[in-house]
């Protein structure tokens, strides 16, 4: 019998324990690891962490060097932060333990700005141990990159993209509505902006430039302009309600311009229980290819209030990949597509 592909979970927040569950699903694969970030649940079964009715045999732990030196494994899904810098600081140490990661850190997408030598370091590092880091996710990682830059394959010629995403954010908990500024007035909103506090979506700027980069297009510059939504309706979900005339979502608009002409545009609409008729937009991902042949693609369905679900699945389906991909820093374009893995109950 082959050997399962061994894997270490870094991170039991929503995703980690949804990615998790998945990994237990499946066929070739098995945890042998678990670390918390925060060291909550530190010593406990990840079984019993996680709400299942049996232990799996692995306990959690908050010392990520001696799980990293001492357990054999291929590779580690990351799931703790957003930033390039929280990201680095945690995943260094995994690439230097010899083992592949997996995280879905927003700012490791793809370089922008001012940081590719941070990457350029990680490359260094991931080649010198002889292994691979990706980062991916749903958004970064599939809707606004891989997936618009997919249906390009089926073009002769591309001149422009324009992409909207309305997202539910209903469905995440309070922390995140702190990130948007959900239930403040505009006042408290730019206050919070300015402080930093209210950050809106984190990867629209790695979207347009892995896009850009794809193409093979220059941009002269990127621009992000954000706004937040008045809700006129009371919004009410299980994580409390949105009082009209209070903040219920945002707009973020990342362009990625050439001499004036705006090439790639990516508009982020969040929204605390999307409302058609009251909001003008419907849940779901638009993506327009202006070319020859132009391409309209509307994604929606379940999936579309299932971002979580998609973020963690397209880390998890990406496991194969990145273990047989050459060592260095990956991306999603530059690996093969995940496909949904093989599960233990095969259908
Ligand atoms: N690329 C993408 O498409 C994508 C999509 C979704 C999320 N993300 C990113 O992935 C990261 C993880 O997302 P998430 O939804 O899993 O976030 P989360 O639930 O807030 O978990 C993030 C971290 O917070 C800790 N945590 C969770 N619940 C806690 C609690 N009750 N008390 C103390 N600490 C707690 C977890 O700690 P332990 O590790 O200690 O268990 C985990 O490391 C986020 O930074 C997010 O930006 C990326």
């Known amino acids: 019998m082959a050997e399962k592909i061994k894997v270490i979970q870094y991170g039991l927040g929503a995703m980690g324990v949804g990615m998790v569950k998945m990994l237990l699903e499946k066929k070739d694969i098995e945890l042998v690891g678990a670390i918390s970030a925060s ?59 010899g083992k592949n990661v997996i995280t879905i850190a927003e700012e490791v997408l793809y370089p922008t700005g001012g940081n590719k030598k941070v990457f350029d370091d990680l490359d260094r590092i991931a080649r010198e141990n002889n292994v691979t880091i990706l980062g991916t996710g749903i958004n970064p990682g599939f809707v ?59 990867g629209l700027e790695q979207t347009v430039n892995i896009c850009a980069a794809a193409l093979g297009w220059k941009l002269d510059k990127i621009t992000v302009d954000k706004e937040p939504i008045i809700s006129r309706i009371q919004r009410d979900t299980e994580f409390g309600s949105v009082l009209p005339g209070s903040i219920g979502g945002f707009k973020q608009i990342a362009i990625g311009w050439y001499k004036e002409e705006a090439l790639i545009t990516q508009e982020l609409i969040g929204l605390i229980n999307p409302d058609e008729k009251e909001d003008g937009v419907a849940l ?64």
């Open 39 to 97: 060291g909550r649940n530190k010593g406990l079964d990840v079984g019993t962490a996680i709400g299942l009715d049996r232990k799996l045999g692995v306990l959690i732990s908050n010392d990520a060097e001696k799980v990293l030196n001492t357990v054999k494994a291929d590779i580690v899904l990351h799931a703790t932060c957003t930033t390039l810098e929280d990201a680095v600081r945690e995943t260094v140490p995994i690439l230097k333990s």
């Open 144 to 202: 606004m990159d891989f997936l618009p830059l997919s249906m390009t394959g089926i073009m002769i010629n591309i001149k422009r993209i324009k992409m909207q995403r309305v997202v539910n954010y209903g469905r995440y908990g309070k922390s995140v509505w702190e990130h948007i500024g959900v239930g403040k007035d505009i006042e408290a909103f730019n206050q919070g902006c300015k402080r930093g506090e209210i950050v809106l979506h984190v």
């Open 284 to 347: 779901g991902n638009n993506i327009w290819l202006e070319g020859d042949p132009s391409i309209h693609l509307f994604v929606g369905g379940e999936f579309a209030d299932q971002g979580g679900k998609g973020t963690y699945a397209h880390a998890v389906n990406s496991i194969p990949q990145v273990i047989q991909a050459k060592p260095g820093f990956s991306t999603v374009i530059s690996l093969p597509p995940a496909i949904c893995l093989k599960s233990k109950k095969a259908t």
